[in-house]
């Protein structure tokens, strides 16, 4: 089946500007998570979804990020006033429920550049 | 609180020779212990985890590791690398506070030799 999908790929942006990143889970997995990987590091954990609503959001940086979940599914990571700090890659994955031994799902990421 | 380290940003071996990628944890509770692998411009895809079940866990692509909670390790082992294995593998561990969310360690890129 299809697994978890990100668009775009890869966004250039200017400083200052405003972007939005996609998130596709697969279907029927109601856990779904946003990670932040720069450059030499590992991924670190921005915000968690279960259905629509963000039960956790302590990893997000600043009140620049922003990200919804409207009907449960699709899911969308919002930058506002971006800084060439942002730059990295952010990953999305989903589980089909929180918990053991639901493991995560990734998506490819989408690589942003702030320049 | 969890944390995860990962010994040795950069490993070489020769194709053929033993993989060992160190892992080390740090939890309050029974963790719950994963490895990613990671090829240049894709996405993390799971090699193996530990759900307090055995303690010696497979996983894909000849890859195994042990949990020692005494010494509070997950090591990933290979007993030959293959030049495919050349990739970054992650080390995690799953927060068990309600969220399930990961803490990764910082990665190990894992070279191989012909």
């Known amino acids: 089946g299809a697994g978890v999908s990100q668009t775009p790929s890869n966004k250039v942006t200017e400083k200052g500007k405003y972007v939005e990143l996609r998130c596709d889970p697969i279907s029927g997995h109601t856990a779904l998570y946003w990670y932040r990987q720069s450059l030499g590091q590992g991924p670190e954990f921005l915000i968690y979804f279960q259905g629509t609503g963000a039960a956790d959001d302590s990893g997000l940086p600043n009140d620049r990020f922003f990200a919804v979940r409207p009907e449960g599914s699709v899911s969308t990571l919002k930058i506002q006033r971006t800084e060439r700090g942002d730059s990295a890659v952010y990953l999305c994955a989903s589980s089909l429920r929180p918990g053991q031994p639901y493991e995560q799902y990734f998506g490819p990421g989408t690589r942003l550049t702030v320049t | 609180a969890q944390s995860v380290t990962q010994l040795g940003s950069h490993v070489s071996v020769s194709e053929g020779a033993l993989v060992l990628l160190r892992c080390n944890y740090s939890s309050s509770v029974p963790p719950y212990l994963f490895w990613y692998v990671q090829y240049p411009n894709q996405g993390l895809q799971l090699l193996l985890k530990?759900?307090?079940?055995?303690?010696l866990v497979k996983g894909i692509n000849g890859f195994e590791a042990e949990f020692k909670k005494s010494e509070t390790s997950f090591h990933l082992t290979k007993p030959s690398a293959h030049m495919s294995d050349a990739a970054e593998y992650f080390c995690?561990?799953?927060?068990?506070?309600?969220?399930?969310?990961?803490?990764f360690g910082t990665g190990t890129r894992l070279k191989v030799l012909a």
């Open positions: 995690a561990v799953s927060d068990p506070s309600g969220t399930y969310k990961y803490i």
């Open positions: 530990y759900t307090s079940a055995a303690t």
